[in-house]
């Protein structure tokens, strides 16, 4: 039996149940449709990049999505159409080398194509939502396969209506890209920025936005390298916190704050009616993001960091990564995440939560 710790990028986690990989979209339909028939617990995997199973394993059915290909339809709006097992960094890689910009910022992030919608994969002033157009979609619920709409999926900061919830399997993903001359899409967040040597905004070439993102990442752990033990981890751990407007303005004066819209309120309208703008909000309504890796260091716990006696650890090139240094437990993963969860509450007033899905394990 293969054990999590082998499927993980973690590298913890006990037993996969009954493991079957479906590398066709045909064997990814039919095994989802076996399980679903079978009264045993499934779940779904990709990479294994983003999950944490505890250390008895998951005692059921569990589908390794494994189909690949990336197709570019011809004609009109740069699209792409990916197979859900595709690796996610190939996907910008081949973008890239087509000239298409609009995710070039999301290179390096481990995982396959299929997850990305997910938790709406985002990193360096990108995320999947600017270009996700629709995914082909075995439906838990109805048994069958259909396409939605990127509006229908619901997805915000790290969220997306699957990942609160909405069950089935994600078959396929399709992008619309910008053909922009080899150019990138204007670059939109400072770090990246300054490594290029460019003002915010500017545009540059492709393979150079992405050799500047890979680099970053790479400086803090960020991609996936066996070889770099501040890599073994889920990437980051924690969300940055959204609170209202008047928590934030209760935070110390240099905690780092970017307000974002509030979700607007659900209105019902008669059919057929224009969808008017929503209502600006008013002030002390805004949600404001804080920055997890801010509130975790200003809560004492430093880059390095780890409990007495455990293997796990807080990544040393980025503050937000928990790591497995060698043979950490998920035990060991969950206290020392329940510990930082602990420490910032109760000197700030904020719980974070957890990116990585949790399975059979609680925080
Ligand atoms: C070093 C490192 C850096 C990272 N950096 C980033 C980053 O910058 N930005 C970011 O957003 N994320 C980042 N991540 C997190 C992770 O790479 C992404 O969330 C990625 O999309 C997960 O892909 P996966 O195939 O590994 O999914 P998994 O971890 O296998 O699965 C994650 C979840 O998606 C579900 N799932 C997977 N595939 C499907 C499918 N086809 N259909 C339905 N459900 C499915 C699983 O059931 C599970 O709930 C990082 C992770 C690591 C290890």
Do not use: C
């Amino acid at each position: 039996m293969t054990d999590f710790r082998d499927l993980t990028t973690l590298r913890v986690g006990g037993p996969a149940g009954h493991l079957v990989e479906a590398a066709s979209r045909e064997d990814l339909v039919a095994t989802a449709r076996d399980f679903w028939a079978s009264p045993d617990d499934w779940m779904i995997l990709g990479g294994g990049s983003n999950v944490v199973v505890a250390d008895d394993g998951f005692d059921g059915n569990v589908l390794r999505v494994a189909n690949r290909g990336v197709d570019r339809a011809t004609g009109g709006v740069p699209r792409i159409r990916v197979e859900a097992g595709e690796s996610w960094d190939a996907v910008v890689a081949f973008a890239v080398s087509h000239g298409l910009s609009g995710i070039e910022a999301l290179s390096g992030i481990p995982g396959t194509a299929g997850a990305g919608p997910i938790q709406n994969i985002g990193a360096y002033g990108q995320q999947l939502s600017d270009t996700l157009l629709a995914i082909d979609f075995l439906d838990f619920e109805s048994g069958e396969v259909g396409t939605l709409q990127a509006a229908e999926l619901g997805l915000g900061y790290r969220s997306s209506a699957l990942k609160r919830g909405r069950l089935g399997v994600v078959l396929s993903i399709e992008l619309g890209l910008h053909d922009a001359d080899g150019m990138s899409e204007p670059v939109a967040y400072a770090q990246l920025a300054s490594a290029l040597g460019v003002e915010l905004g500017a545009r540059v070439p492709l393979a150079a936005a992405r050799d500047a993102v890979l680099a970053l990442r790479a400086s803090k752990g960020m991609v996936w390298d066996p070889a770099d033990p501040d890599s073994v981890s889920a990437g980051s751990f924690f969300t940055n916190p959204i609170v209202s407007e008047g928590f934030a303005r209760r935070l110390p004066p240099d905690a780092p704050r970017f307000p974002t819209e509030p979700e607007p309120a659900a209105r019902v309208l008669p059919l057929g009616s224009e969808i008017p703008a929503p209502p600006a909000p008013a002030s002390g309504q805004y949600l404001v993001k804080l920055s997890a890796a801010w509130l975790i260091e200003h809560a004492g716990i430093t880059r390095g960091f780890s409990l007495p006696g455990s293997a796990a650890a807080i990544s040393s090139k980025h503050t937000l990564a928990i790591i497995n240094r060698g043979e950490a437990s998920a035990a060991e993963v969950a206290q020392l995440a329940g510990y930082v969860q602990t420490r910032v509450e109760s000197e700030f007033g904020v719980r974070l939560q957890p990116e990585p899905v949790l399975v059979g394990l609680e925080l």
